[in-house]
Each structure stands twice: as C-alpha cells, then as structure tokens.
T-cell receptor, first 109, second 113 residues
Framework: ETAVFQTPNYHVTQVGNEVSFNCKQT?????MYWYKQDSKKLLKIMFS???????VNETVPRRFSPQSSDKAHLNLRIKSVEPEDSAVYLC????????FGPGTRLLVL | GDSVTQTEGLVTLTKGLPVMLNCTYQ??????LFWYVQHLNEAPKLLLK?????KRTEHQGFYATLHKSSSSFHLQKSSVQLSDSALYFC????????????FGTGTSLLVDP
C-alpha cells in the first residue's frame, strides 16, 4: 500500500488547453513529489514540496505549476499543454524512500 | 551533478537462469541507492535500498551490494522467474539532499519460459 492516490487515471486533451492533476497521500509524510515519465520510460523529477513549501523545482517549462493546499495534497497544473507534455505524471511521497502513486497518463492531441 | 548509469537497455533470459543488472553512479555526496521495479502499466515500486558500504541487501529474491569504491550497486538474482519480467530502475539520492531521486535510464528484463 503506497497510500498515494492520483486522479484522473487518464486524460486526453488538445493543444493549448489547461489541465490539472490531483495527488493525495494519507500517511502524513511531509514531502511530496511530481515526476514525469516520458514515452521512453525515462523518469525525471519535476517538483518537490516539503510541508507545503517548494524545495525542488527542476528545469520545467513555466506552464507547469505545482499547487499545495496542505501537506497531504500536491496538485499539478499545466496552463497550456503542448504535444511533448504527453506522458505519465507520477506523484510520490516520503523523504529518503519514495513511494509512487499509480500515475496520470496525459495524451495531448 | 549527480548521475546514474544503467548500461543494459534490454536483458533477455530464460527462466531459472541468474541475472545481474548493472548500475553505477556519480555523486559528490554520501549516497543512498535504490532499485525500483515497474511492471507494465503500473507505478514504480521500491525493490531494495542501501546506504551502507559493502553490505548486501535482499528483498524478494533480489539482492545488491553498495560498493562505494567502485560506485556500483548492481542488482542480482540467482534464478529469474517469468513474473520478474519488468522495467528496473536504479536511483540515487545524496544523503544531504534526500528529497531528490536521480534515476537511471532503466533496464527491461524479459524472461522467457
């Protein structure tokens, strides 16, 4: 049980639209993350939050923005999607051992 | 910056044979090393981890030993099963920056009957 829940499972949208993905963890850990897994299965960190504070912000386009209302939630908004944003977005929890949620698969047409 | 190298993209083996998946890393800090396994259409799951030099760590029949002298953390299993077919990622977290994992490119393991 990873105790990380993501919605939606799958989302199809068109170029230029805005999308938002949700992530919730139920074990009360302080740190949460967003990773992107591309079509070649490469995994790269995008953002890391510790107790609602942004602590890692890798080089991602400005159209991506994380949003955290409390330490159990970390959402990801993409303001104007582009074709290269098609990927699986994985949310994770914990500090030195990370546990991943099931992912949100985004397809941009 | 930190990096993780997995040299094999695809490893194909017959059931029952041993396997070793290579992982080397580069960091200027004292590292935590991880192996994650990802089955088709699933999320990556932690397989095992280590930060102790020259100590073997085991889980679910897989084992690995962190060797800081050679910056390696190879994953091994003595007898692979069909259910071991998956994508395996080696990952690194510097001890003083535990909030960030750097992943290798992954090795696909395909086990034939």
């Amino acid at each position: 049980e990873t105790a990380v829940f993501q919605t939606p499972n799958y989302h199809v949208t068109q170029v230029g639209n805005e999308v938002s993905f949700n992530c919730k963890q139920t074990l009360g850990h302080d740190t949460m993350y967003w990773y992107k897994q591309d079509s070649k299965k490469l995994l790269k960190i995008m953002f890391s939050y510790n107790n609602k504070q942004l602590i890692v912000n890798e080089t991602v386009p400005r159209r991506f923005s994380p949003q955290s209302s409390d330490k159990a939630h970390l959402n990801l908004r993409i303001k104007s999607v582009e074709p290269e944003d098609s990927a699986v977005y994985l949310c994770a929890r914990n500090w030195d051992t990370q546990y991943f949620g099931p992912g949100t698969r985004l397809l941009v047409l | 910056g930190d990096s993780v190298t997995q040299t094999e993209g695809l490893v194909t083996l017959t059931k029952g044979l041993p396997v070793m998946l290579n992982c080397t890393y580069q960091t200027t800090y004292s590292p935590f090393l991880f192996w994650y396994v990802q089955h088709l259409n699933e999320a990556p799951k932690l397989l095992l981890k280590s930060s102790t030099d020259n100590k073997r760590t085991e889980h679910q029949g897989f084992y690995a030993t962190l060797h800081k002298s050679s910056s390696s953390f190879h994953l091994q299993k003595s007898s692979v099963q069909l259910s071991d077919s998956a994508l395996y990622f080696c990952a690194l977290s510097p001890s003083n920056m535990g909030y960030k994992l750097t992943f290798g490119t992954g090795t696909s393991l395909l086990v034939d009957p």
